[in-house]
């Protein structure tokens, strides 16, 4: 019942940008997250940022933090990663992921619902 639908992936050059969008549906945000993670070949997946709907907190992680900015548009029932300055570490594949009160919000364990996930590709 619950889905999630990433888009917004693609090939972009060092210090491009790109804007994910994750569609949801049958979802109710409450206090909900919804987070963004990545995930390369051989590596695990990693939490990128959050947003804590219904409250507006956001969280970022260390290498992403003054890049990427998450924003949610609840009327569209959307989520978006705007990430700028893209590196060719940022390469992976995106998720999109729905969880109740995450904590802490990088932990995958915490989510429930994820998106197929939207492939980026950074190139120097």
């Given at each position: 019942q619950v889905q999630l639908v990433e888009s917004g992936g693609g090939s972009v050059q060092a210090g491009g940008s790109?804007?994910?969008?994750?569609?949801?549906?049958?979802?109710?945000?409450?206090?909900?997250?919804?987070?963004?993670?990545?995930?390369?070949p051989g590596k695990e997946r990693?939490?990128?940022?959050?947003?804590?709907?219904?409250?507006?907190?956001?969280y970022y992680a260390d290498s992403v933090k003054g890049r990427f900015t998450v924003s949610q548009d609840n009327a569209k029932n959307t989520v978006y990663l705007q990430m700028n300055s893209l590196k060719p570490e940022d390469t992976a594949m995106y998720y999109c992921a729905a969880g109740h009160a995450a904590m802490p919000w990088w932990s995958?364990?915490?989510?429930?619902?994820?998106?197929?996930?939207t492939q980026v590709t950074v190139s120097s």
């Amino acid at each position: 019942q619950v889905q999630l639908v990433e888009s917004g992936g693609g090939s972009v050059q060092a210090g491009g940008s790109l804007r994910l969008s994750c569609a949801a549906s049958g979802y109710t945000y409450s206090s909900d997250c919804m987070g963004w993670f990545r995930q390369a070949p051989g590596k695990e997946r990693e939490g990128v940022a959050a947003f804590y709907t219904g409250v507006g907190t956001t969280y970022y992680a260390d290498s992403v933090k003054g890049r990427f900015t998450v924003s949610q548009d609840n009327a569209k029932n959307t989520v978006y990663l705007q990430m700028n300055s893209l590196k060719p570490e940022d390469t992976a594949m995106y998720y999109c992921a729905a969880g109740h009160a995450a904590m802490p919000w990088w932990s995958r364990d915490e989510y429930k619902y994820w998106g197929q996930g939207t492939q980026v590709t950074v190139s120097s």
